[in-house]
């Protein structure tokens, strides 16, 4: 993919930098408390910038969905609010994002990892028991003693919604388990580890329609403990469990506002057209 | 006409095909087999047991051999796995792309050193500095060439391991290290064993590197520091021989030296099918 010629790169650029900063201002939801903040965020691969100036909020104990077609730069942004970009060779990130006011460029970033916890597009769990892979972030943390972990573990399974159906077969190989329960596994091994936010990257992409209503109800039930931002494919996910949707476009964010707002009444063509299915 | 001419053209390739293979694979039974006959019917239990008789007195075994073999195959696994595995795990996680591509390249060179001239090596550091020939000279030679398949083959084990894994380790908040240790290398572990045990198979054949180390004993070796007997050379100076039943122990020595291989060999693969079966 090419970068945008200069000219109307520079003129989005612009507007996508002031625009959500006047959202912020204009819509920020009267009771709303800013969780994680973005500020004027760019981020390179190389040569090609693939998000430009981005700047928004993600409120606290809400659901927050990024839609957008392929290649806009929604997992991209996603994967810098949890720094796990660091793992790609020549990715380069300038902006500020701040978690609770701390920038996240100054923590370590395995406390970052720990207190804003990701779920990934396919699952992918590790080739161990369910108990140990549910006990795995835990025993490197350290933070649960030796017999408080039968109990952390069953808590954490609990909250995924999987308990019941594994209770009886904790120590077989999580590799016995259905794509969706995979998936709730995962989820279960993030929260696991009490994170303050959870980044959803396609949690559901792998998914049947029933093992996708589970992992919808699931984001329903966590929102109350936890700030849940999901990138999705599906328009009607995004409509059905976000209370924030932000829509992007060839690396930048054309528009955030409530959900509601986004599939009702779209401020932005684009938005509409891609809502619409014009395009995408 | 047409089709007479493809037919044709497919039987001729179908049959060179299958006497290729025919050719390959009965290479092998012959030599089993021949082996079986001759070296098979005249094991006695001496051969495990007793040392070997002077020349004209019947009966004696390789017992000295088979523990001297023994003997060697630990020090090269001591020496060759750790520098291969290690070497391996920082190819595979750490290696930046132009270095990791001169290492690669050595380690195939290395690969394809003649034996005997590792032999002069581990000769001209052990052998000339302490004067005289000894069990640790042979396993370093044997170690040696362990190594570069050892690096290949942990390089390609841990590679195989899911991107996805690793960074559902680092997403919980774990180091990369931390995430190599407690991920990657126990997901890779059945492969990591396996490519172990078929090189110590390979080596456990070699004769060339021992003859200037090891050198050989027809009695009990009296330690580390003093020359050894081991099977492969044992092979080599009884069947040179003119002697008729130092030739019928070589054949048993062979046919033990090819049983010890192929368990190891078969065992491995066992230990790999199995694990690949129940991860998937």
Redesign the interface.
Known sequence: MQAPSPQPASDVTMRSQTFPMQMAEEKKPAGELSKLSATNLNFHYGTFQALHGISMQVYDKRVTAFIGPSGCGKSTFLRTL?R?YE?IRNARVDGEILLDGEDIFKLEV??L??RV??V?Q?P?????SIFDNIA??PR??GSVSGSGIKDHVEQSLRRAALWDEVKDKLHD?A?GLSGGQQQRL?IA??LA?NPEVLLLDEPCSSLDPIATAKIEDLIFQLKDSCTIVIVTHNMQQAARVADFTGFFLMGKLIEFDNTTVIFKNPAKKETEDYITGRFG | MLSLRRKAVNAVMLSLTGVCTFVAVGTLLFILGYLFVHGGSSLTVDFFTKLPTPVGEPGGGMANAIVGSAKLLLIATCIGVPIGFLGGVYLAEFGGSAFSFVVRYTTDLLNGVPSIVIGIFAYTLIVLPQGHFSTLSGGLALGVMMIPIAIRSSEDFLRAVPVSLREGAMALGASKAKTIFTVVIPAAKAGLITGIMLNVARVAGETAPLIFTAFGNRFWSRGWEQPTASLPVMIWTYAISPYKDWKQQAWSAGFVLLMLVLTINVTARMILSKRGHAAR
Do not use: D, E, L
Request: glycine content about 8%; overall charge positive; proline content about 8%.
């Open positions: 949890n796990m793992t395995s406390a990892r720990r916890g990701m990934f396919r992918n769990p590790f080739p161990k795995y972030g490197i943390n190989s590799y995962c091994r993030a580890v």
